[in-house]
Each structure stands twice: as structure tokens, then as C-alpha cells.
């Protein structure tokens, strides 16, 4: 994994704490510089590290890179052929079709393992992983101190989605003993992660510890749950599904506050206090 801004153990502003994500396409830049500038107003003092694949250009990148990210680049892991086969875009979404929302064609599935590469990062005795299509709204840095694995439930529509973890924003203890162990779990006979790093991430750590669903707030929330909402509340926002920045998505009319919201971030102008913002009407 070499990294492209290496920093020493001398280095005054080393922190053993960082926030991870992930950028496999420019696509995801867009959404990493809108999460990166997001941490940096809630005045945290960790370390923001964004992990991105070979097909992510350097001038990509650039932007984020100067509001202060780390770039480490991360390659795919070794799975095998079959495995790759088995999680491809179209064999994937075939075999386990998403139902209640739609993935943008810049998705690619098997992209999303390589957030395990997070495990690599040992450099950090804590992370906060937290999916480049998402804004940190409220400082979070408390959850450094979680255990790990910690995530929030999967909730987007109704209770019962409270069994399921989304893995859009974790906490994780970096460990190569803990990375090879996984590599030995994930690519096994006949392996199908239905929801990738998701689903495995479930099953590698049966007793993760639970996250309110504050600091994973799903953006299905606003309509399907808005007694759920409250602007004071949430820590990260999650555009899980159809992404911001995507034009005329099928849900921009529904989400529109919080598209607007995402796009102050992306440019940097007229960020509102978050406090501030009006939350959903709830119709009895």
C-alpha cells in the first residue's frame, strides 16, 4: 500500500487516530471531497485517510489532497477468479437484485472488499471508517473509543432492518494479523457475500457492538422513518443508494434537502448550521 503523503513518527501533527475511506472511481472523489471537507469543520484533530484503487487518477485526487487527506493507495485484493466471477456487477445484482433502491452504474461490487485494506493500516491504533458517499455532520471523534466492531443498524425502513449492520461507517482496530485472518475467511469455497463487505463484515464479527443509528443516519430515513430524524442528532449522514451528485436520480425530488445539503459541502459555499435545518414533516 504505498503512500503517496507518508508521514514519520516525528511528525508533530501524527495522530493515532484516523478517519478512513474509500475512492475507487472519480465518481467517489466527488463524494470523498465533500466528506473530507465535512470532518475537517467539526474540528477534529485525527488524521483523514482516503484509500483509493490504481484507476483513480493523481489530478483526481488533487482537491482532496489539499484540504489535508492522506492518500494511500490500496490495490484490489487477491481474490480468486471464481470469486471475482461470483461478484461481479451483473452476476451479483442478478443473484441478489436490490429491491428497495437503486445502485448507480459507477458501482462496481467487488471494488467494495477493499475497505478491509483499512486493517493494513497499522500506523493507527483506531479508525473511523466512514463510505465516501456520506458527510460527517456533528464531531464523532468519541467513537475512537469504541470497541471494535462497531456499526450502526441497517435501519431505512422499518425496525426490523435493526438485526442487519451497515458497514458505512465502522470502528476498527488496524491489525495485519486481523487482515491476513480475514483473506483466509473471505475467499472461500463457493463464497457469496450478498452484500459484500457488508454481509462478510456481519459474519466475521457476529457480536459487533451497535452504533446508534445517529452515527449512520440512511438518507431513506427522511421518508420512509422521519420521526426518526432530527437535524441535532446525526453525526454522519449516508447517501446510501442513489448519490447526490447524480442528476435526476429517481429519489432527487424526495431527498432534495439533503441533496442541496450535500452539494454546500462539495463547494464549500453557504454550509448551513446543521442545528438549524428544519426536519421532515411527518403526515399522521
Request: proline share 6%; glycine share 4%; charged share 20%.
Given at each position: 500500500m504505498p503512500d503517496d503523503q507518508a508521514l514519520t513518527p516525528a511528525d508533530p501533527a501524527r495522530s493515532d487516530?484516523?478517519?478512513?475511506?474509500?475512492?475507487?472511481?472519480?465518481?467517489?472523489?466527488?463524494?470523498?471531497?465533500?466528506?473530507?471537507?465535512?470532518?475537517?469543520?467539526?474540528?477534529?484533530k485525527a488524521d483523514i485517510v482516503v484509500l483509493h484503487t490504481g484507476a483513480v487518477s493523481a489530478s483526481e485526487l488533487s482537491p482532496v489532497r489539499a484540504?489535508?487527506?492522506?492518500?494511500?493507495?490500496?490495490?484490489?485484493?487477491?481474490?480468486?477468479?471464481?470469486?471475482?466471477?461470483?461478484?461481479?456487477r451483473a452476476r451479483l445484482h442478478g443473484d441478489a437484485p436490490f429491491t428497495k433502491g437503486r445502485k448507480p452504474q459507477f458501482h462496481t461490487p467487488l471494488d467494495n472488499f477493499v475497505k478491509l485494506r483499512l486493517?493494513?493500516?497499522?500506523?493507527?491504533?483506531s479508525v473511523i471508517f466512514i463510505d465516501a458517499d456520506a458527510l460527517v455532520l456533528h464531531n464523532i471523534d468519541r467513537l475512537f473509543d469504541y470497541p471494535e466492531f462497531s456499526a450502526a443498524p441497517n435501519v431505512y425502513e422499518t425496525l426490523s432492518d435493526f438485526h442487519r449492520l451497515n458497514s458505512g461507517v465502522f470502528v476498527a482496530r488496524p491489525s495485519a494479523a486481523t487482515f491476513a485472518d480475514m483473506m483466509q475467511a473471505l475467499d472461500g469455497p463457493e463464497?457469496?457475500?450478498?452484500?459484500?463487505?457488508?454481509?462478510?463484515?456481519?459474519?466475521?464479527?457476529?457480536?459487533?457492538?451497535?452504533?446508534?443509528?445517529?452515527?449512520?443516519?440512511?438518507?431513506?430515513?427522511?421518508?420512509?422513518?422521519?420521526?426518526?430524524?432530527?437535524?441535532?442528532?446525526?453525526?454522519?449522514?449516508?447517501?446510501?443508494?442513489?448519490?447526490?451528485?447524480?442528476?435526476?436520480?429517481?429519489?432527487?425530488?424526495?431527498?432534495?434537502?439533503?441533496i442541496h445539503l450535500w452539494h454546500a459541502y462539495y463547494s464549500g459555499e453557504a454550509i448551513p448550521r446543521i442545528d438549524d435545518l428544519k426536519n421532515p414533516v411527518i403526515i399522521p
Open positions: 487516530q484516523a478517519y478512513v475511506t474509500l475512492v475507487t472511481n472519480g465518481d467517489y472523489v466527488r463524494g470523498a471531497l465533500a466528506l473530507v471537507r465535512s470532518i475537517t469543520l467539526t474540528s477534529s484540504l489535508g487527506a492522506r492518500l494511500v493507495e490500496a490495490d484490489l485484493l487477491p481474490t480468486s477468479q471464481a470469486f471475482n466471477d461470483r461478484h461481479a486493517w493494513q493500516l497499522e500506523d493507527y491504533g463464497a457469496f457475500w450478498r452484500r459484500t463487505d457488508q454481509t462478510f463484515l456481519q459474519s466475521y464479527f457476529p457480536d459487533w457492538h451497535g452504533l446508534p443509528v445517529f452515527c449512520n443516519m440512511l438518507q431513506y430515513v427522511w421518508f420512509n422513518m422521519p420521526e426518526l430524524w432530527d437535524w441535532a442528532s446525526i453525526g454522519v449522514l449516508h447517501y446510501q443508494y442513489e448519490k447526490p451528485w447524480e442528476a435526476d436520480h429517481p429519489r432527487s425530488r424526495d431527498l432534495a434537502p439533503l
